[in-house]
């Protein structure tokens, strides 16, 4: 009976040692790095990722040949880009990728994805706008702090903060001037302005329930997009800059909750997702009455519109949970590509090439930059 | 590794001193082995996995998630330890498994799932798992299955006294006492825990870097950081009372009361930029159970009543403070206190030695209040509007008749029909065959199949924003059929079964929506079809009265497809697996006894888990299989006065690197020890 114990005791030691081996074979570890080089032209796609799930990701998709690299903050830099990538903005040759839930703007280099500088010290960053009429500073907006941060871009540092006087939630922004709007988005109904020149909030403009998005066109109007609540309808909005007054209202069909407010290359004609995808002149006095793209059973998730060749992308978050596609339309709206991103693709950034420095699409006046932030339209 | 090697060496160096022999009288601990050949009737064709007692009692710092990902075939999905764990069967939802405590539902009426790192295993007696059809005999809407968790009276006559206490790599400290009667007609169990610890163990993180920054603010070098587990200190406090008494008559009354007070901080992401300084979560609960039972036998009937209250006081919190000054703010404060009555009538009549009878019914009336208490709406200056409360009743019902026409063959039929608030469901019935195909083995053929539903909860019909009216239930059939077989001999035994299953559900509940607005929504998105193995074997051989060696074994092959409908031309999820289910799962178990000293050995297996619907390979589409393999060595010491125990454990033997959820590095190796003291008192 010894005998039989220790021939057991003997086969668990083997197994044991089997296993001990197969525990010896576990993958994981530092991440690959690859050197990455991007062409001079082409668009930034930033996927969000799911929140508290750590899988946000940067795609470059390239135009003229159609072709995509997927992930490249990571293979570049051998590190994931975070939980919750919000929004993407290219200024004086940096890239600013702007991870909300982990509290972190990246700055990369837009010709290889490799990281250049960061800037940290806030909980929640959404959107990050650079002053016109001071290139040593930057706005960046916070999901949950009522306050936004102002940057040295010279530094990347936290120089101070403007309080927002209770608005939390404070998104996107556009500069008319030296003033800059910014949308309070949850929760909220005001659209605030900041003057740049003594970084305080000097008024607001009470909008619709949760203005969500926020552009600036040609004509100096700015238009955002409202929610809408209990007895209130979602609406389109036109702002005139110079006089704060609201100048146009839109009301929109029921259940359309609108977003993604972009521009076209002219910055005369307005492009958003409620639903479907519309286009409206920014003259318009009324809705279209038939939408630029109607809605193909797909969950449009992203939108922007080339500032050179007024081409139009669409992303389509599918389930939340796969790789996304972004669909490449010509302005007449002939679908034209087809690009596999990141899982839930939400903001565009893009990088113009050499020969067309002064194409953009937003600021129309106030800006010389060549990129456009997705959305935002507004300035660099 | 020369910590890994020094802590094996503390923990073998003890069996040297094999050979001085220990003289004292000892006990020896008996295997639980079902005895076949005489099914009870109440199984016929059931198919459950009774939870080891050793893994239970394993330690006290384990809570039923770590004997489940021992001792079952279930995927246990952690997010850390005493973080959210979660369990699902045959690659169903965590809102598939219902779970029972002394017959009362405890799955989250908001959530539908059920925390398993909340449940310590010391307070647990009995915990029994019913795969697939089987669990309609326990409860509804158990589409992957059912767990009974039972509480049992003490055994030992008298005033017994346990004590233990633990200490831990990472601050960690655990106390454990039980205080028992046992009398003729009456007897009571206290049981207390507690348990902190800081749990800031250090890891690599390979999901972000450290930064060498200079003036200018450009990155002059960056590394991988060796880093502490942030924000994840917790504090569980644990009560329970039960009573148990007996009359003259046979009535039988019990009542067992548990509350728990936790407070976790909830870790940061690894890559979150933020210091813990800078942002906190944390979530607080204060659970408090309770159930009262009568039961006496007529004859062949047995009548049995129970009634139960449980009450949750929810709250998760999110402070920052951008300046790290000091001043924390609350960003999301979402409280959530749930109220439910409980009361179940059953009755089981056995006529003759062919027939066993049972009905039942149970219901549960829920009451929930929920909301994020931090938002403001900017519009009135007033606290926004997002709580929600509902109130819902629960009726299921439940009948079963079971027949064993002769020897070999058993039969039962089961139907149940619940009422969920104002929906009904069509009624849910499950047929179980077993055959006992040779005595000599005691060879058993099995086989069950059962239609199912599952109601959306709460959260997925109420809660504010995104909960949607209009969900329809879930549901869904399945089936499942195998053997078993049981070799006995002078001194040892095995045990061994295989079962293969497969279900379909339609109508799953999913939740989607959009990180951007925050906004999600559950939708009746998916039809799933889940198919595979289950395999699991017990063997045990002692020699003489000092050897001893139990082996236990379970591997399940689970293939989850999304059958469902595309959601757009570009959906490449259909016909994939399903996230976080893993294909591959094994565990074992090793205990060799010697005299008074125990060896154990656990070991666990995930295959990879997708991450994305559409099962990409990438760095972020999956969580990359581990092996898991832990160690503890136990000794005995019998005093005239009283027993004591020492115990040394150490968990992730091999000191992996391994994430268990996406961006949730675990610890790696780390040590307890644990001191136990049983006071002899006068027997009665």
């Known amino acids: 009976m010894f005998r039989s114990i220790r021939r057991s005791i003997r086969r668990i030691a083997v197994l044991c040692a089997l296993l001990f081996g197969a525990g010896a074979c576990m993958d994981y570890g530092p991440l690959d790095e690859e050197p990455i080089d991007l062409p001079q032209r082409g668009l930034f796609i930033v996927s969000e990722g799911n929140f508290t799930w750590d899988n946000a990701s940067l795609s470059f998709y390239d135009p003229?040949?159609?072709?995509?690299?997927?992930?490249?903050?990571?293979?570049?830099?051998?590190?994931?880009?975070?939980?919750?990538?919000?929004?993407?903005?290219?200024?004086?040759?940096?890239?600013?990728?702007?991870?909300?839930?982990?509290?972190?703007?990246?700055?990369?280099?837009?010709?290889?994805?490799?990281?250049?500088?960061?800037?940290?010290?806030?909980?929640?960053?959404?959107?990050?706008?650079?002053?016109?009429?001071?290139?040593?500073?930057?706005?960046?907006?916070?999901?949950?702090?009522?306050?936004?941060?102002?940057?040295?871009?010279?530094?990347?540092?936290?120089?101070?903060?403007?309080d927002m006087n209770r608005h939390r939630s404070t998104e996107q922004m556009v500069q008319w001037g030296d003033y800059v709007f910014v949308n309070c988005w949850s929760y909220d109904d005001k659209i605030l302005v900041v003057d740049t020149t003594t970084d305080r909030l000097v008024d607001s403009i009470r909008v619709g329930w949760q203005p969500t998005s926020l552009v600036l066109d040609r004509n100096g109007k700015i238009w955002t997009a409202t929610d809408g609540t209990n007895g209130e309808?979602?609406?389109?909005?036109?702002?005139?800059?110079?006089?704060?007054?609201?100048?146009?209202?839109?009301?929109?069909?029921?259940?359309?909750?609108?977003?993604?407010?972009?521009?076209?290359?002219?910055?005369?004609?307005?492009?958003?997702?409620?639903?479907?995808?519309?286009?409206?002149?920014?003259?318009?006095?009324?809705?279209?009455?038939?939408?630029?793209?109607?809605?193909?059973?797909?969950?449009?998730?992203?939108?922007?519109?080339?500032?050179?060749?007024?081409?139009?992308?669409?992303?389509?978050?599918?389930?939340?949970?796969?790789?996304?596609?972004?669909?490449?339309?010509?302005?007449?709206?002939?679908?034209?590509?087809?690009?596999?991103?990141?899982?839930?693709?939400?903001?565009?950034?893009f990088k113009a090439g050499a020969s067309n420095r002064a194409g953009t699409s937003g600021d129309f006046g106030l800006s010389d930059i060549k990129v456009e932030k997705f959305g935002n339209n507004g300035s660099h | 590794m020369r910590l890994l090697l020094l802590l094996v060496s503390l923990l073998l160096c003890p069996l040297i001193v094999f050979g001085q022999?220990?003289?004292?009288?000892?006990?020896?601990?008996?295997?639980?082995?079902?005895?076949?050949?005489?099914?009870?009737?109440?199984?016929?064709?059931?198919?459950?996995?009774?939870?080891?007692?050793?893994?239970?009692?394993?330690?006290?710092?384990?809570?039923?998630?770590?004997?489940?990902?021992?001792?079952?075939?279930?995927?246990?999905?952690?997010?850390?330890?005493?973080?959210?764990?979660?369990?699902?069967?045959?690659?169903?939802?965590?809102?598939?498994?219902?779970?029972?405590?002394?017959?009362?539902?405890?799955?989250s009426p908001m959530l539908g799932q059920v925390d398993f790192s909340t449940i310590p295993s010391y307070f647990i007696d009995e915990a029994t798992i019913y795969h697939g059809a089987s669990s309609v005999g326990v409860t509804g809407g158990g589409l992957g299955g059912a767990i009974a968790l039972e509480t049992r009276a003490p055994a030992e006559e008298g005033v017994g006294l346990r004590y233990v206490q633990g200490v831990g790599s990472f601050t960690t400290f655990d106390e454990y006492a039980r205080v028992t009667y046992a009398g003729r007609r009456w007897s009571s169990s206290t049981r207390l825990l507690c348990s902190t610890s800081e749990n800031d163990f250090r890891y690599r993180n390979y999901n972000t870097k450290a930064f060498d920054v200079d003036a200018d603010g450009r990155i002059v070098g960056s590394s991988y950081p060796l880093q502490r587990n942030r924000n994840g200190a917790f504090r569980d406090l644990h009560a329970m009372q039960e009573f148990y008494a007996s009359t003259h008559a046979g009535d039988r009354f019990s009542i067992a009361a548990w509350y728990m007070d936790s407070h976790r901080g909830l870790a940061l992401l690894s890559a979150d930029r933020n210091t813990d300084r800078q942002k906190k979560n944390t979530q607080d609960e204060r659970t408090l159970r309770a159930v009262a039972s009568w039961e006496r036998l007529y004859g062949g009937l047995k009548a049995a009543a129970r009634g139960g209250y449980s009450f949750t006081d929810l709250r998760y919190v999110m402070q920052a403070d951008p300046d790290g000054g000091g001043t924390m703010i609350a960003m999301t404060d979402a409280r959530s206190r749930l109220h439910t009555l409980f009361a179940q009538a059953e009755v089981e009549h056995t006529i003759g030695e062919k027939w066993l009878l049972t009905a039942e019914a149970t219901i549960h009336q829920h009451r929930v209040h929920s909301g994020d208490l931090s938002v403001v709406d900017q519009t009135t200056g007033l606290r926004a509007d997002t709580l929600y409360r509902q109130a819902r009743f629960e009726l299921s019902a439940f009948a079963a008749a079971r027949w064993r026409p002769v020897e070999r063959l058993g039969v039962a039929a089961n139907i149940r029909w619940e009422l969920y608030g104002r929906s009904a469901s069509a009624p849910i019935p499950a047929l179980f065959v077993d055959w006992l195909l040779s005595r000599r083995g005691e060879v058993t053929l099995k086989a069950s199949a059962a239609r199912n539903y599952r109601f959306p909860t709460l959260n997925d019909l109420y809660f504010r924003p995104g909960g949607n009216k209009n969900l329809r239930p879930e549901k869904g059939w399945t089936w499942d059929a195998g053997a078993e077989c049981t070799l006995r001999g002078p001194g040892r035994s095995l045990h061994a079964s295989v079962t293969a299953f497969r279900s379909h559900i339609d109508d799953w509940i999913l939740w989607v929506g959009s990180p951007k607005t925050g906004i999600y929504t559950p939708v009746n998105l998916r039809r799933v079809e889940s198919y595979g193995a289950e395999t699991k074997?017990?063997?045990?051989?002692?020699?003489?009265?000092?050897?001893?060696?139990?082996?236990?074994?379970?591997?399940?092959?689970?293939?989850?497809?999304?059958?469902?409908?595309?959601?757009?031309?570009?959906?490449?999820?259909?016909?994939?697996?399903?996230?976080y289910i893993p294909e591959h799962s094994a565990a074992l178990n090793a205990r060799l006894s010697w005299r008074?000293?125990?060896?154990?050995?656990?070991?666990?297996?995930?295959?990879?888990?997708?991450?994305?619907?559409?099962?990409?390979?990438?760095?972020?589409?999956?969580?990359?299989?581990?092996?898991?393999?832990?160690?503890?060595?136990?000794?005995?010491?019998?005093?005239?006065?009283?027993?004591?125990?020492?115990?040394?454990?150490?968990?992730?033997?091999?000191?992996?690197?391994?994430?268990?959820?996406?961006?949730?590095?675990?610890?790696?190796?780390?040590?307890?020890?644990?001191?136990?003291?049983?006071?002899?008192?006068?027997?009665?």
């Open chain 2, 21 to 107: 022999g220990d003289s004292v009288a000892r006990t020896v601990a008996i295997e639980q082995v079902a005895v076949a050949g005489v099914r009870p009737m109440k199984e016929l064709g059931v198919q459950r996995t009774e939870l080891d007692s050793a893994l239970l009692r394993e330690n006290i710092s384990s809570s039923l998630a770590d004997a489940l990902t021992g001792g079952s075939t279930l995927f246990i999905k952690s997010h850390g330890r005493a973080t959210l764990s979660t369990a699902s069967f045959r690659g169903t939802a965590p809102s598939h498994t219902q779970v029972t405590w002394n017959r009362m539902r405890v799955n």
């Open chain 2, 596 to 684: 008074r000293w125990t060896l154990a050995y656990k070991w666990t297996f995930y295959s990879e888990r997708y991450t994305m619907t559409s099962n990409d390979l990438g760095v972020l589409g999956r969580v990359k299989p581990y092996f898991m393999s832990d160690l503890s060595l136990e000794k005995s010491l019998v005093f005239r006065r009283a027993d004591l125990s020492l115990k040394g454990c150490i968990y992730n033997l091999l000191n992996e690197e391994y994430e268990s959820v996406l961006s949730r590095p675990m610890p790696r190796l780390h040590a307890s020890i644990f001191i136990g003291i049983t006071p002899k008192f006068q027997r009665r």
């Open chain 2, 537 to 579: 074997f017990a063997a045990s051989a002692s020699a003489g009265r000092d050897w001893r060696l139990a082996l236990e074994g379970h591997y399940a092959w689970t293939r989850s497809i999304n059958r469902g409908d595309k959601f757009s031309p570009a959906d490449e999820s259909v016909g994939r697996q399903l996230v």
């Open chain 1, 64 to 162: 003229a040949t159609g072709r995509v690299e997927n992930e490249i903050f990571l293979r570049a830099n051998g590190m994931k880009l975070g939980d919750v990538a919000q929004s993407m903005t290219l200024h004086r040759g940096r890239g600013y990728v702007v991870v909300n839930n982990s509290g972190a703007v990246y700055v990369v280099d837009p010709t290889n994805c490799r990281l250049m500088g960061l800037i940290e010290g806030v909980v929640s960053p959404r959107y990050i706008h650079f002053l016109d009429n001071d290139p040593t500073k930057a706005y960046l907006t916070d999901l949950y702090d009522a306050r936004i941060a102002v940057v040295d871009t010279s530094t990347n540092r936290i120089r101070s903060r403007i």
């Open chain 1, 233 to 349: 309808g979602s609406a389109l909005w036109r702002i005139d800059a110079a006089t704060r007054r609201i100048e146009e209202y839109f009301p929109l069909p029921a259940n359309t909750r609108p977003s993604e407010l972009t521009l076209n290359a002219a910055g005369d004609e307005l492009y958003f997702i409620a639903r479907d995808v519309w286009r409206m002149s920014v003259g318009a006095a009324a809705l279209p009455d038939e939408p630029f793209l109607p809605y193909a059973g797909t969950t449009y998730y992203g939108l922007t519109v080339d500032p050179e060749t007024s081409e139009v992308y669409v992303a389509d978050a599918i389930d939340y949970m796969q790789r996304g596609v972004v669909y490449r339309f010509t302005p007449a709206g002939a679908c034209i590509d087809t690009i596999r991103v990141g899982i839930n693709p939400g903001a565009f950034c």
